[in-house]
């Protein structure tokens, strides 16, 4: 089946790096911002967001990481893209470690080049779930100047670890620093992906420069059995503008303008 009026709106390249070919989908116009989908792919509420980040003036990429482009999200679907990239893609590193996984050299080659392309003072950058902490990794691009993670779950197994090199880390204070630079994160409270151990290890190591946005889970969009995870997406409350899950969203894309200059 065909899910490709999902992205009707975009326009798709193929960008390889020399070691990995993806295909990525744009749209707008201004500087760029790169919005790495969640479990179980780049499906339709994660395309939503990125409509929204274009309508504010940016130009945004949706990169295909895994799964099928443009299709729902259904919890078998969830599940089944979870088992195949736990499985099969050596593209990504799941399990407790103190690294990032090997996409993100091909993330960082992406935003090197759209950064080219749009100019402005940077590219911004969100991880979602499984991606969630690839954005902070990407900041040895020195391009990527506003990174988001939202409910970042990687690694599995490890609550404390964020999943990222200590050269990563390091890096990214030196710029924080130096560059006057800053990083968000979103998580729902009592998620078990994203645990308490996680985002206090972001506080320890990034200090003031981490700002975390944590949200009742209350507050979520109900979506069948699954619980409050997905901020930016599956369980933001369209219908609620001065909700939580909103001012989340508002928050990210004034973020995004604020740095990248748009």
Known sequence: MSYDAALADYTRFDFDDGRWTRPVWRRGTGPAVIVIHEMPG?????IRFADRVAAAGMTV????????????VTLGYVLGSLLKTLCIRREFTAWASDRSSP????LRALAKKVYA???GKGVGAVGMCFTGGFALAMMTEPSVVAPVLSQPSLPLGNAPSIGVSPDEIACAKRRFAEEDLSLLGLRFFGDRTVPDARFATYRREFGDRFEAIEIDPKDAQPFG???A???LTIHLRDDDPEGPTKRAEQRVIAFFK?????
């Open 103 to 106: 996409i993100v050299d091909w």
């Open 229 to 231: 995870h997905s901020v």
């Open 117 to 119: 392309e749009c100019g």
């Open 225 to 227: 059995p699954m619980r």
């Open 258 to 262: 604020e740095r990248t200059g748009a």
């Open 61 to 72: 990429f949706l990169p295909n990481l895994f799964g099928d482009p443009g299709r729902p």
């Open 42 to 46: 780049l499906h339709p509420l994660v």
